[in-house]
């Protein structure tokens, strides 16, 4: 995601709130905040758990909801949320 201009530090912040209360969760193995090494501006957050319903249910409480609305607020339009699976 690309926080929109002015931004950057309010949305860091609740994706580092979110990143703890992720991995207060059941079932988070392990996550991360990352940016690339260029000047885009972009930040990205991983997180890997046990099995999809760990993550469902941890995507599906109401504080981790509250916060990605917020961080959506705060992001540039067409970011989207993705979760990929083991196959």
Known sequence: MKPRRGEEARCEEL???LDEA???HAGCQVHYLMRPHDDSGEIARLAIYDSEESAERTANDTHIMALRSEIHLLVEP???ERAFFTI
């Open 15 to 17: 994706l580092r709130k």
């Open 22 to 24: 992720a991995a207060a």
């Open 78 to 80: 067409g970011h989207t």
